[in-house]
């Protein structure tokens, strides 16, 4: 139960923010290519430096970096609490995904090395990823009545406590454990994976901006593949790589982990679109927002503590398959609700649909990719597990946002066209649908409410446009599972 904590406290992390956007954009004027960066400097550290305390946990004991990475996590809350514009915010958030990645590898192979049985590790896993349910159900009620009473650096704050309980927990109940075989750490690689997956994810994240087709972008996506692909070639002629590609030849271990990835793009796209919905569209305050995110919460912790059974009886490769399969058509249903006068009614059956997804598919993917590797390179089997969800989620808020971004761009630059409008105010109602409401109340009368229908219109059709997109991606994530993943049923299970 100790260790469950690094799970929720990541998690309870995560959604707290994504209800505290709307907040963000009026108390720190943030744009949306800003809010893409506040959620994703955290995933982009944390995914890059993964691999590094995976194998450091390994080496050096899980149980010192499980707390060490506590530490530096709840430091860099209390800087991301405290810093007064986006780009200090930016930077907390940075510390917070180091300590995240030295803290989620460690917890997850402790947990592989302590239960060794099949089924009670299955049971285990299925705890800890259902935690991921709870770290839902809890963030965005907790961020809501934070906000509610307090100042938005209180959302941060709430995780020091939560990581001392940890902390003392782990001092006590968690033995400790290690491979004296490991290899040493391998910096190269690091450096090079964190500046690939950067570069990529600041040409996705900053395209709507600067236009898809222009240099920078595409020089700079150019450059990300580059400086990937010197990654994956340094990891096949390193004799200690940061990570063993020997490992993708287990499709069990590669075919789960890409199925892991596909879901989390469509399920963190849908998180930082719908809070944006709830409060700037509906109008909900942030807690009222939170509550209403709580039908996938309940139903994620439900199907994770299923998912076992599940897969036991249907096999592996179905169980992973429904899931991607539940999580496309949540994101399709609620592409169909968006529009124009929409209700939180009409986008509840999609978010039932992406709740049971993720409980399906993360406890069993993450048994899979886990279980497949040798018991002494548990850390760096935690860490690819951990990796897979972190790029999901950022590439799905960088490309599900970036979406929606050019598609609002697109409709309020035909909207406005032959208007003359205010540099400073055109900054705000381009930045985003919060900014453009701002400008609009401003100008009051028949103009505000005009510039307010038309940024709501534009805001719903990018909605549209971008859950297409995630759902797509998720579908096409059903179709390696099923071709791919080994379909025998695993008696570990």
């Not at 290899?183 to 901006?209: F, Q, T």
């Not at 490769?317 to 539940?326: D, I, M, P, S, Y």
């Not at 048994?367 to 972190?390: E, K, R, T, Y």
């Not at 400008?439 to 229908?453: K, N, Q």
Request: glycine share 14%; proline share 4%.
């Amino acid at each position: 139960m100790v260790l469950c904590i690094s799970s929720l406290i990541i998690n309870l992390d995560n959604t707290i923010l994504n209800v505290a956007l709307p907040t963000l954009v009026r108390q720190l004027h943030a744009s949306s290519s800003q809010l893409q960066w506040i959620v994703d400097s955290y995933a982009m550290v944390f995914a890059g430096l993964l691999f590094v305390g995976g194998s450091l946990a390994d080496r050096l004991g899980r149980k010192r970096f499980f707390l060490i990475g506590l530490t530096v996590f709840a430091g860099g809350s209390i800087g991301a609490a405290f810093s007064g514009s986006v780009h200090l915010l930016i930077a907390g958030r940075a510390v917070m995904g180091a300590g995240a990645a030295l803290t989620i590898p460690a917890s997850l192979s402790i947990i592989n090395d302590i239960f060794r049985d099949y089924a009670e590790r299955a049971r285990a896993i299925g705890a800890w990823a259902g935690t991921i349910g709870l770290g839902i159900a809890v963030g965005p009620i907790a961020g809501g009545l934070l906000l509610a009473r307090f100042w938005w650096g209180s959302i941060f704050l709430v995780n020091v406590p939560i990581a001392i309980v940890g902390f003392v927990g782990a001092l006590v109940f968690v033995p400790d454990s290690k491979n004296p075989t490991a290899d040493r750490p391998d910096p190269i690689g690091a450096v090079l994976s964190v500046a690939g997956l950067g570069l990529l994810l600041w040409a996705i994240i900053e395209a709507p901006s600067h236009g898809w087709t222009s240099k920078v972008v595409a020089g700079v996506g150019a450059a990300s593949l580059a400086v990937l692909g010197a990654f994956v070639g340094w990891e096949a002629h390193s004799h200690h790589p940061m990570l063993k590609l020997t490992f993708f030849a287990d499709r069990r271990f590669s075919i789960a982990a890409a199925g892991e990835c596909l879901g989390v793009f469509g399920l963190m796209g849908a998180l930082f679109v719908q809070t944006q919905f709830l409060q700037f569209d509906l109008g909900f305050s942030p807690l009222q927002a939170g509550l209403r995110i709580l039908p996938i919460a309940v139903t994620l912790v439900m199907s994770a503590a299923l998912s076992p059974l599940c897969a036991r009886v249907a096999g592996v490769k179905l169980t992973v398959a429904a899931g991607l399969a539940a999580t496309a058509g949540g994101l399709w249903q609620v592409s169909a609700a968006a529009r124009v006068g929409a209700t939180y009614g009409d986008v509840v059956p999609g978010l039932v649909l992406l709740g049971l997804g993720a409980g399906l598919l993360l406890p069993t993917a993450t048994n899979s990719v886990v279980g497949s590797v040798p018991q002494g390179d548990s850390g760096m089997g935690s860490a690819s597990n951990a990796v897979a969800l972190q790029v999901g989620g950022a590439l799905g808020v960088a490309v599900v946002g970036s979406v929606m971004s050019t598609r609002y761009q697109d409709h309020m630059n035909a909207a406005l066209a032959g208007r003359h409008v205010p540099g400073a105010a055109m900054h705000a109602i381009f930045g985003s649908l919060g900014g453009a409401l701002v400008v609009a109340g401003g100008a009051g009368g028949a103009t505000g409410a005009l510039l307010a229908r038309a940024a709501r219109s534009a805001f719903m059709s990018g909605v549209e446009i971008a859950m297409l997109v995630g759902s797509g991606v998720a579908l096409a994530g059903v179709l390696l599972i099923l071709a791919r993943l080994p379909s025998r049923r695993d008696q570990s299970y």
